[in-house]
């Protein structure tokens, strides 16, 4: 059995994530671990929230609480949220979590044991008003390369570039907006990705056949510019302690670790957390020396976290010398913006995931944001996309074939799939054409590409509405109750398979199919062909219609929803 390890991009625990957040990471990965499993493969797919750093710090304080009650709550919340829109993670991790601690800890102890971390005295951005030093993102100003005004101390999200606060063209506090800053001295730990820059980027040209376009240029951008020693601890009182020999460092007591080093080591501390609460074990997935070669290890991310998975997070695997699994296909995808800007959370910009379900079911969303993945390049969201969407593919197409099928059966047949008649010229036609089909769909998300994916799956979706066109039980079953029962009986297990095929992108519409048409959930990907995939329900069989599937979004609907949320 094929092994499979998925993690997607941790989500920032600042609040309920949007759908840009969705679409490019958690939903593709779902996608894929609900397509690997139903194939037969072993899957865990682990997510967290991300719960250190000045994300965490800031949202606290706007919302008035603690960090830690604050997280608490929101981990819970953004569990619940995922859930709702359907996706099937293993587990859930947090990063505040023991695991993460100690894993951390670990591998900065064997970066410093290797030569690879040293301490300096550095410069860092002091706010005269706050009284206190400001880590990465309590900064932001003008980003020296390309002039966006509302850079962060750390990245630029206009341009992508890693930054560091002191980089910044008049910086300012995100705490208090005040311009009353210095540049003080202060001691943090650096990790010597200089001494890595040839490893890293071995290994990446050991591994990035596999890896699309996107990520590899990513990837070797910051290779070919140059790697720079990272800083890896913060002016921070919420975070992992900087520890020596089973101690707080001296005079580090009031310093954490960066997230963006604790961060992407929390997907091997949540699959600790996973096996600790499940009794399984973890190291089979992530030690080679313990079973982890037969792992294939996907990643998926939005393209601002390509530079921490392709040269930082390799960098503390890769120094550490210890047999650690590194990731095999990393899935970038571009921005899904809101019109004219971007998706934001810190600005409330777009739809939220929690908004979304209260307008709509998840599968509408899901549908949309799967074949609108920003792959090749960005996309933008618009109400008349995300309408045509639902109602052209999913309520004209998909929709109205399964309850046209069911209702004839049930008004003609009884609800019970009809006996009679042997395939002819037009079912083998109808085969040959779903064999080239699921071939494509399969082959498309083998490879994770996820638009083409949809477009598959919409395709086949129309070869049903074509063939029961050109059919006509309706017709046949004035002359010939035989054939009208061939045809029936056909279309009624093609339902059902597009139950099977659409289960990956809108799990609880096909889970509803399958019901309806006696089949048991999780429905395994078909593996035969379709004329024997075609005959899978058997003559006899008592089916109902389901309820109405998707309903279609009218015009005052966008209407209203572009007065609330914005979008014209």
């Known amino acids: 059995m094929t092994r499979v390890l998925i993690t997607s991009a941790l989500p920032y625990i600042n609040g309920i994530k949007h759908l840009g957040n969705l679409a490019g990471s958690m939903l593709p990965a779902d996608v894929f671990a609900r397509f690997k ?7 865990l797919y682990i997510c967290a929230t991300d719960e250190h750093g000045t994300p965490a710090e800031l949202a606290a304080a706007e919302a008035g609480q603690d960090v830690r009650t604050y997280c608490d709550e929101q981990h819970v919340l953004q569990h619940d949220i995922g859930r709702a829109f359907g996706l099937s993670f293993d587990w859930f991790g947090r990063s505040s979590n023991p695991p993460n601690h100690r894993l951390t800890q670990h591998f900065a102890e064997v970066l410093e044991s290797k030569g690879l971390i040293e301490e300096r005295t550095d410069k860092m951005v002091y706010s005269i008003d706050d009284r206190r030093f400001l880590p990465d993102r309590y900064v932001e100003g003008t980003c020296p390369h390309c002039g966006f005004e509302k850079a962060r101390g750390d990245q630029c999200d206009n341009c992508g570039n890693l930054l560091d606060p002191v980089d910044l063209i008049n910086p300012y506090s995100k705490i208090s907006g005040s311009r009353n800053i210095e540049v003080r001295d202060t001691n943090h730990l650096y990790l010597l990705q200089t001494k890595l820059e040839g490893r890293i980027r071995e290994w990446v040209d050991a591994n990035s056949a596999n890896w699309p376009l996107l990520t590899k240029s990513i990837a070797y951008k910051h290779l070919d ?12 009182a919420w975070g992992i302690p900087v520890m020596k020999d089973g101690a707080p460092r001296p005079g580090f007591e009031d310093k954490v670790f960066y997230v963006w080093f604790d961060a992407p080591i929390e997907y091997i501390g949540a699959t600790v957390e996973w096996a600790e609460a499940e009794g399984k074990d973890w190291e089979r997935w992530w030690r080679t020396d313990k079973g982890a070669t037969d792992t294939e290890y996907v990643q998926f991310m939005g393209k601002d976290n390509v530079a921490f998975h392709t040269v930082s997070f390799p960098a503390t695997i890769l120094g550490s010398e210890e047999p650690w699994k590194t990731v095999d296909r990393l899935k970038a995808f571009n921005w899904l913006n809101w019109y004219g800007g971007k998706f934001s959370t810190s600005e409330k910009r777009g739809v939220f995931m929690d908004a979304a379900l209260e307008l709509l079911p998840p599968d509408l969303w899901r549908w949309y944001l799967t074949a609108n993945a920003p792959e090749g390049s960005d996309t933008a ?4 996309q995300f309408q045509s969407a639902v109602n052209k593919d999913l309520a004209d197409v998909l929709g109205n074939f399964v309850n046209r099928i069911a209702k004839f059966a049930e008004s003609k047949f009884d609800g019970v799939v009809p006996v009679g008649g042997e395939p002819g010229a037009l079912e083998q036609k109808l085969f040959l ?14 490879a994770i590409e996820v638009r083409k ?13 074509e063939y029961l066109q050109e059919a006509a039980p309706w017709m046949a079953i004035k002359t010939d109750r035989d054939r009208a029962a061939v ?3 056909t279309a009624l297990n093609l339902a059902a398979l597009y139950a099977r095929l659409s289960a990956p992108f809108i799990p609880f519409a096909a889970e509803k199919i399958a019901e309806a048409f006696g089949e048991t959930w999780p429905l395994a990907w078909p593996s035969e062909g379709a004329a024997v995939e075609l005959g899978r329900i058997e003559a006899g069989r008592a089916i109902r219609a389901p309820e109405v599937l998707f309903k279609k979004i009218e015009d005052d609907q966008v209407a209203e929803w572009a007065e609330r949320f914005g979008g014209a």
Do not use: H, P
Not at 225 to 236: A, V
């Open 37 to 43: 499993r139903a194939s037969g493969a072993e899957v």
């Open 225 to 236: 510019e140059g790697l720079i020693d990272r800083g890896i601890t913060r002016d921070l």
């Open 381 to 384: 969201f618009t109400w008349e």
């Open 433 to 446: 054409d779903l064999d080239a089909g699921i071939g494509e769909l399969t082959t498309n998300l083998e």
């Open 453 to 465: 994916s949809a477009q598959a799956l919409r395709a086949l979706w129309v070869l049903g509405n």
């Open 487 to 489: 045809i029936v009986r």
